[in-house]
Every structure is written in C-alpha cells, then in structure tokens.
C-alpha cells in the first residue's frame, strides 16, 4: 500500500512540475535565444513566430513561424505551427539532431536536421525532409525562386548534405510529384500562355555545382512529355545555366516533337526539332 502511495506521490509531482514548467515558461528569453542560434548559423535568416511554447515529447511548439532572407526580400516561407524538438537518443552520444514538424500551406512536412559539430549549429549539415501535400501556389518563394506562378500540390522527399550558405557546391538528392497544378508559361508555346497539368514528377540530383535531372515527366490534356538533363548552378540561382532535352507529345497537334531547353532559368530558351 505505501508504495502505491509513493507511486502516486511522484506521479503527482511530475505533473505538478510539468504543469509549472508549462504556464510558467520563459517564451519572451526562449524566443530570443531561437532567433541567435538562426542568425548565428545564417545572417541572411530572418526567422519570426508570434509565440513560442513546450510541447510534449520534450521540445518547443512556435506559432505563426516565417522565414525569410535578407538577400531576396518578398521570399519567405511559412507554418502555421511548427515543432522542434531534439533526438535524445542522438543527445546523449553526444550529437545534434533536430527534428521538426511543420503544418504548412494546407499541408505538411517533416525534417531530420542533423548537425556534424556536436551541441552546434555551425558547420555542414546533413536534411532529410518529406513534403505531403503542399499548397505551392501559395508559397511566395516558390514564384520568386521560378520567376513564375507555380500552383498544384506537392508532395515528396528531398536530402541536402553540406552547408547553410554554399548550397550550389553540396550534395543532395529529390524526388518530387507535384499533381493538379499549372505554371505560368513567359512566353508563347505552341500557342500556350499556361500549362495546366495532371502530374509532374521528378528525380533529381546535386552534385558538383550541378542539378542533374534523371527524370521530368509530365502529362496532362495540353501536353505530356518527358525530359532529361542538367542545371549548371550560378550563385544566383536565376542565372544558372540550361541544358535539358527531350520530347513532348501535343494532342490538339496530333504531333509528338524533340525540343531542347537552353539559355537560364530566368529566361529559357525552347528549342524544337
């Protein structure tokens, strides 16, 4: 009996302790010392969140959580809630690993950040992320990023291993499938100003200042069509380099024609065999 006892007295006090901890948390110093260890591994970081809470397993909960970046104003990234919580596994050898859970964009996302300095932010790291069913349509940085409006749902997975500010010379890998959406064409193709579309999906790898395209398939009612090819990475990602072939299939030509695309990502350049 004394020792039900005591197994309810420390039940209690953990709950009691924990319930302290929770109305009692420091979210003004908490949401200070987030924002330094971001800016400290990224100046070009802005990060913001309305609140900062615990959250169970142990870790914290921020409300309203934006990203943007000084270099490129306009692009920003954002969460209506966002969980960050360490691997205590990874802790207690005596390594940094971050796991987060966002709500984004009416979808989802999850990230295993894994830093290679122990107990720092600094230095290379290693991402491993899935997407599920993410609004990109409403993502602003996704229009900045392409110099267009992209829209459809996007789910997949993407890893990056190197550093916060040399993405262009890391490593990594994608695979993506982005389904009901249309982009928005910059100029006349075949007599499209847009492309709607059922699927697209893609296979990609990072490597050497290079984005090498494996796979890039797309189908729709306007066109289907397959691609192959590589992305020649400038520090100014809209002035990377094209080098990407080829062919598509136009129903309402009843034709299926080779093509190349040239030129940057700013200003692509269609070719047609």
């Known amino acids: ?28 110093s908490a949401g200070r010392y987030i924002r ?13 969140f309305d609140s900062v809470r615990p959250c169970f397993p142990p870790g914290i909960r921020l409300n309203s959580l934006s990203v943007s970046f000084k270099s490129k104003p306009g692009s920003t990234i ?15 050898s005596g390594k940094l690993l971050l796991l987060l859970y ?20 600094k ?21 900045m990023a392409a110099g267009r409006q992209v829209d459809g749902r996007l789910s997949g997975y993407l890893s990056y291993n190197g550093k916060w500010d040399g993405v262009i010379n890391s490593r990594g890998n994608a695979k993506l499938a982005l389904l009901d959406g249309n982009i928005q064409l910059l ?5 499209l100003k ?28 306007q066109l289907s069509g397959s691609f192959t090819g590589n992305i020649f ?16 299939e136009i129903p309402a030509l009843d034709r299926k024609v080779s093509t190349t695309l040239k030129g940057t990502v700013s200003k692509p350049i269609p070719g047609f065999m």
């Open 123 to 143: 230095g290379p790291v290693r991402i491993k992320t899935e997407f599920n069913d993410i609004n990109l349509g409403k993502c602003s940085c996704i229009k």
């Open 194 to 221: 847009e492309l709607d579309f059922d699927k697209i999906e893609v296979d990609m790898t990072l490597k050497n200042r290079a984005l090498k395209i494996t796979k890039f398939d797309i189908t729709g009612k």
């Open 36 to 48: 330094s260890i971001v800016q400290g591994s990224n100046p070009n970081i802005v990060l913001s």
């Open 102 to 121: 966002a709500d984004a964009y009416e979808g989802s996302m999850r990230a295993d950040i894994n830093f290679a300095n122990r107990f720092s932010t």
């Open 78 to 92: 954002k969460a209506d809630v966002a969980k960050v919580r360490p691997a205590l596994t990874s802790l207690l």
């Open 187 to 191: 100029g006349d193709i075949f007599g």
């Open 233 to 248: 990475l400038d520090r100014d990602i809209m002035q990377s380099r094209l080098a990407i072939k080829g062919d598509i």
């Open 1 to 28: 009996m004394k020792t039900k006892k005591w197994i309810a007295y420390t039940i209690y006090g953990i709950l009691i302790t924990v319930a302290f901890l929770y109305l009692r948390f420091p979210s003004d």
